[in-house]
């Protein structure tokens, strides 16, 4: 598909996202964000940076304002205050795959200043979340509760081999 098609479609889709008048607005911008980085990579790095990199970063960074304290936009959303935060969750793991997929210095430089206060306090706060984690994999200890014994303590799970 063209970028005479797709942009144009993309565009539209953009302008719906912005809306705010229904509840699912937050889990339609979040259902955007989820897939976006996808989209990038099926068009390409190279077109996407060109075509639709800067169509994508206002509706983006008009969502992670409100969280990250600056509302420089004039798109106005209630995702913090509602309590919604997928929307949020989503635009912030949508704003570091994108900055992967182009480069960070790259995605960095086409964002206006508080847009890049943004980007900063996001990747800050990705950076924190995954450090206080752990290992992605480790679940020896998941929410204080020890995966091998199937609790606080206690005998072992039985295990059943397949063989």
Known sequence: MGDDILLPLLTELM????????????DLRATLFKNLVGMAHGLGKKQFKRHYLELITELLF??????????????RTDDARDG????VHAAEQCCEELSELVGGMIF????????????????IKRRRDRQSLGP???MGSVMGRDAHTGGLGGPPR??????
């Open 62 to 75: 008009a969502t992670l304002e409100v969280e990250h304290g600056l509302h420089s936009s004039n798109f």
């Open 108 to 123: 960095r430089g086409r964002l206006y200043d508080g847009q890049q206060e943004v980007y900063d306090s996001v990747l």
């Open 15 to 26: 302008d719906e996202c912005r809306v705010n008048h229904f509840p699912q607005g937050n």
């Open 84 to 87: 919604n935060q997928l929307a």
């Open 158 to 163: 039985p295990t059943t081999r397949v063989g």
């Open 136 to 138: 992605v994999g480790d």
